[in-house]
């Protein structure tokens, strides 16, 4: 058995890491030090090759142990799961509330803006009240609704099909009028922030939708708490270079701020 301090010649390490059982308690072993591992990184480790080591987190995902990733594996799950809106308004409620108030600062004299669905764009709907005359453009029926009846707040609400999860439309209908329409922010909800595929969502359809609404703004504004780091939705809704904003709370890792600004993007702390 291999042990971290044991000290080992490499022929005689070599030769133990063929053993699956001592391969399986080494990347187990890395996994709880580091939180995540590399298959180049345990291949060159073991002296064993990557279809190795895949065959390897194959088995130990099956057994639940770990997540597998992009070239390697970790101990948290990276992908998102869709819930429904009632379900996500509780959750991290405090962080949403001081996200929407942040966002509310990037206004300013707007007369244009355009709110995505999900509960922490909801948040800025609900402390949305303008001095002067916007004209707020939604796919989201809850936003619609909160700003109805708002002084100095018009309404342009998108139509087409309605998803019971997130209370939202989503389809050609609106992807169509959006090609007529032009804003000056939109503020998007996502359900994943990863450094190797971007931004995304849960849903197919909801994706599509927003990268339209995304092409008819001046500027992107992505408001996500700190637990949508390092984890992948189903649909893509844009790149980094994209995004203009991130506003996320104070729970977020110094590491991931840097890589937002390595990428250009601006990012508000809460």
């Not at 399986?24 to 180049?40: C, D, F, T, Y």
């Not at 194959?58 to 819930?83: C, H, M, Q």
């Not at 707007?110 to 764009?121: F, K």
């Amino acid at each position: 058995m291999y042990f971290r301090n044991q000290k080992l010649n490499p022929l005689s390490q070599a030769t133990l890491m063929k053993n699956i059982t001592d391969r399986h308690e080494l990347i187990l072993q890395r996994l709880k030090e580091n939180g995540k591992v590399s298959i180049a990184e345990l291949a060159e480790l073991m002296n064993v090759t990557g279809v190795t080591i895949r065959k390897d987190l194959k088995i130990l995902e099956d057994k639940n142990l770990l997540f597998r990733t992009k070239g390697g594996a970790s101990v948290s799950n990276p992908y998102a799961s869709e819930r429904t809106i009632n379900e996500k308004e509780f959750i991290n409620s405090d962080q949403k509330k001081r996200i929407a108030k942040a966002a509310m600062a990037l206004i300013g004299s707007s007369d244009s803006i355009s709110i995505g669905s999900g509960t922490t764009v909801f948040e800025l709907a609900r402390c949305l009240f303008p001095a002067n005359h916007l004209t707020v453009i939604t796919p989201a029926l809850k936003v619609g609704l909160e700003l109805s009846n708002r002084p100095n707040v018009e309404v342009l609400q998108l139509g087409g099909l309605i998803r019971s999860n997130s209370s939202s439309v989503a389809g050609t209908y609106a992807e169509r009028t959006l090609q007529e329409l032009s804003c000056e922010i939109i503020f998007l909800g996502v359900d994943g922030i990863d450094f190797d595929f971007g931004f995304s969502i849960t849903n197919i359809a909801e994706a599509t939708l927003n990268q339209k609404m995304i092409e008819t703004a001046q500027t992107v504004v992505i408001m996500a708490d700190s637990t949508k780091f390092n984890k992948r939705g189903l649909g893509k809704i844009c790149s980094f270079d994209q995004v203009q904003y991130v506003i996320t709370d104070d729970k977020v890792s110094e590491k991931n701020i840097r890589q937002l600004e390595d990428r250009s993007v601006k990012v508000i702390v809460v």
